[in-house]
């Protein structure tokens, strides 16, 4: 993988495309990336929207169609072809102009902050939340090469900095794009019209439960062997992962293991530990999810997959 290509892929994970959404409540999220120039298998322009943790859409500056990303032959989905193709296209639209302005936001930072080298990425995060009162609320961000500096700041509504850098520029930026009134607008109000849409037609494939499949495995490590249980294909996302020895005693894991999306809307995790072999030891993978009746147990040595 090239230098900038893995750059890009780090500062898409620094910016948050891991599950968010108020407990009892759900959010629609808008995740935006632009880079400067062509990059083997990058767009210059990429929105992604998740409702909750379900990424449900998708732009790009190759393709300029918004484009659905959920089973349409899925049972549970009950929105109708020919709602979903005028959705589709009035959001293509919107997406379209978007890009335009997003683009020349980039131009405005890049030249005011005097950074045109190495490999620029403009990012931008769009929230609005309902919460579990029925109250909307939400955010927006704006990051450069992985730095957050700007944010709309609703109750002055006006954007302000994040950085001292970013400071000077923030009347210009204000006087020139003008558009902190409507967006807030649009957080709070056709952002959650949107949101519920959503969640009307797919409140319950997002309900559904699909049970985890987990591999274990080992590899050699300075201090003796390293223990990997790979748990995958699971939703939704929550899942608790540990190594236990002689079925009672639970390994720590010094490595932090996060929890990652899968392109078919499903979640991974590795949970890796290191152990010194000890004759008549027993190892033990265990895994808790909601789709399961009882946590699953694979011994080390044993391949389980959860069919």
Not at 47 to 74: H, M, W
Not at 97 to 114: A, H, Q
Not at 168 to 196: G, H, L, P, S
Not at 269 to 290: F, K, L, M, N, Q
Request: with cysteine.
């Amino acid at each position: 993988m090239g230098h900038t290509v893995l750059l890009l892929l780090l500062l898409l994970l620094s910016l948050g495309v891991c599950a968010v959404h108020c407990a009892g409540g759900h959010t629609l999220r808008f995740l935006i990336t632009q880079i400067l120039s062509p990059t083997p298998g990058l767009p210059i322009y990429t929105v992604y929207g998740y409702i909750d943790d379900f990424k449900c859409g998708k732009y790009n500056s190759d393709t300029r169609r918004v484009q659905a990303l959920i089973p349409l032959n899925e049972s549970l989905i009950a929105m109708p072809e020919d709602a979903l193709t005028e959705h589709l296209e009035t959001q293509t639209k919107f997406a379209q102009e978007l890009e335009i302005t997003e683009r020349d936001k980039m131009e405005f930072i890049m030249g005011f902050l005097n950074k045109t080298y190495g490999f620029p990425v403009y990012q931008r995060r769009f929230v609005c939340e309902l919460n579990e009162d029925g109250t909307a609320g939400g955010y927006e961000e704006i990051a450069y090469n992985g730095k957050e500096i700007i944010a709309l700041d609703k109750e002055k509504v006006v954007y302000v900095s994040v950085t001292q850098e970013a400071l000077v520029m923030m009347d210009q930026w204000n006087k020139r794009f003008d558009d902190a009134t409507d967006n807030k607008i649009y957080m709070e109000n056709e952002c959650i019209q949107q949101m519920k849409l959503y969640l009307h037609y797919l409140s319950a494939y997002m309900k559904r439960k699909v049970p985890p499949k987990v591999k274990v495995s080992s590899s050699e490590s300075e201090s003796g062997i390293k223990l990997h249980c790979w748990v995958y294909g699971f939703y939704p996302r929550d899942v608790e992962v540990k190594w236990i020895k002689n079925g009672r005693d639970e390994i720590y894991s010094e490595e932090s293991a996060e929890i990652l999306p899968n392109p078919d809307g499903t979640y991974q995790i590795r949970v890796s530990v290191e152990v010194t072999p000890e004759e008549g030891a027993t190892y033990s993978c265990h895994v808790d999810h909601s789709s399961l009746e009882n946590p699953l147990v694979v011994a080390f040595g044993e391949f389980f997959l959860n069919c």
